[in-house]
């Protein structure tokens, strides 16, 4: 991955011009609406001295550049109870990306505080997975954070599968980081049409899902849904890929790269999406150790760590790909991150449909497995195998057990214990939205109003997995 361009925070010197836009020209600047006019322009029209000419130099060049204006982010000292104000953002609001409120502390545009409050979208999944068998599991955890339901289905069933000791299927494995990584693809393209919709741009809401759309065609042609799908299940997946999988998997590894280079053209080196996001919602290596957050957030900050590389599940130590990092902390990285990264799912999925291998799709373990469905009309005992997996499920050792996946949003954990019985006694969940959210405060004192939303998006919360 290139190297960002650096961000330049604090105050300007007067011969830095690193923030120019693109294209402007070394000599004639853009004159400062409101400051002091020069002496002598040289060059007047009819809306006042806005083009300057080329002896602009010392003050009245930093002026002009913008580099002699005072920092907005400067705190200011003493500021009394009766210059600030409270003010709620959501909970119904459409740039929360779900159902989040935010008590914002004002002095004047200036945030002084911010309080996440949450709760809204509470469903009690935890719960409920105390009810459910081992095998109906799957079908709760993928509601949670549904922008990425095979990351749930991976992280419960490894889990179950650690207390039950099977060993999956190798065709099993490979399909399940295909399946994973097209939607860590999806979930990366809704960040970035939303994203850039946030900012201004709205054009990279049609572009973003135009290329999603791609994605969700093949979920829904292999599960039978376009989300929730209840397809990675303990002991491998519910069905194999369809007739043809071959043919959709090298048509989106052929659009998919055209649309991410779109999103470069519109986005990377746009002037206003540069001023929109660089020095935005600052996070530090230290403060992502301090809050837990993880995932994309958390290497744009500099932090090299990825659950794939750290602690690989699913053989994801037999892929090759990069972790891609930052060096700033702020959206503008965690921009480029999150684009880097859609690049190396792109591999990734290219090399899981390479080395696909034959065989079975689920364990041949029959405790876990139900037989064939054309046996269930053949053999009393077939049918009656199958009817005791899907009404009583089946037993679990007593134990307990932690597993953690990278989400596309972060460290996915689920600590799972059993009793011995065919329901889990205790379902916990480390979601990453959650700890995400959390850092708000951190990232958006002392900004401005203006950038809330754009730090807000940049974090790509799903609510449905801070509320689960």
């Known amino acids: 991955m290139s190297n960002p361009p650096d961000i330049v925070t604090g105050e300007l010197e007067a011969a830095d011009v690193s923030r120019r836009p693109a294209g402007a020209s070394e000599h004639r600047e853009l004159w400062l609406s409101g400051t002091e006019l020069p002496p002598d ?4 029209t009819s809306e006042g001295a806005q083009e300057l000419g080329e002896d602009a130099e010392g003050e009245a060049l930093a002026t002009q550049m913008g580099a002699g204006v005072r920092d907005d982010y400067l705190e200011r000292s003493e500021v009394s109870d009766e210059e600030t104000q409270i003010i709620n953002m959501g909970p119904q609001h459409p740039a929360t990306h779900g159902v989040l409120r935010l008590n914002l502390e004002l002095d004047g545009e200036t945030i002084r505080r911010v309080k996440p409050i949450i709760g809204y979208l509470h469903t009690g ?6 009810t459910l068998t081992f095998a109906q599991g799957a079908t709760n955890v993928t509601r949670m954070d549904y922008l990425s339901p095979f990351h749930n289905e991976l992280a419960f069933s490894l889990a179950t599968e650690q207390l039950l000791g099977v060993d999956i299927p190798p065709r099993a494995r490979v399909i399940r980081v295909l399946m994973t990584e097209l939607n860590r693809l999806s979930s990366h393209l809704v960040w970035v049409a939303t994203q850039g ?11 973003g899902f135009r290329e999603r759309e791609l994605i969700l065609a093949f979920f829904e042609k292999t599960t039978g849904l376009r989300m929730n799908h209840n397809y990675i299940r303990p002991g491998g997946v519910a069905a194999d890929l369809p007739d043809g999988w071959e043919e959709d998997v090298a048509e989106i590894l052929e659009v998919i790269p055209r649309g991410i280079a779109d999103y470069e053209t519109l986005l990377t080196e746009n002037p206003i999406f540069m001023e929109r996001t660089q020095g935005v919602g600052v996070i530090t290596p230290e403060e992502c150790h301090a809050f837990g957050v993880t995932g994309p957030n958390a290497r744009a900050a500099g932090v090299d760590w990825d659950l794939r590389k750290a602690f690989p599940y699913s053989g994801f130590e037999e892929y090759e790909f990069d972790v891609p990092t930052g060096r700033h902390g702020d959206v503008y990285d965690r921009y480029l991150v999150r684009i880097e990264e859609m690049r190396q799912s792109l591999s990734l999925v290219r090399q899981a449909a390479e080395r696909m291998p034959r065989g079975d799709y ?12 054309a046996r269930i009309d053949q053999s009393m005992e077939a049918l009656i195998h199958h009817f005791k997996i899907f009404t009583e499920g089946f037993r679990v050792p007593e134990g307990e057990a932690y597993q953690a996946v990278e989400s596309p949003r972060g460290e996915l954990g689920m600590y799972l214990v059993s009793s011995g019985g065919a329901k889990p006694w205790r379902l916990h969940v480390r979601a990453p939205s959650f700890a995400n959210v959390q850092a708000l405060p951190v990232m958006l004192a002392d900004s401005l109003i203006a950038d809330t939303i754009a730090t807000l998006a940049s974090l790509d919360p799903v609510l449905g997995d801070v509320d689960r």
């Open 41 to 44: 322009t040289g060059r007047w």
């Open 362 to 373: 689920r364990t041949d373990d029959r405790k876990v497995t139900p037989p064939p469905r």
């Open 125 to 130: 999944m935890e719960k409920t997975a105390e």
């Open 197 to 207: 919709m946030d900012v201004g741009a709205l054009s990279m809401m049609l572009y």
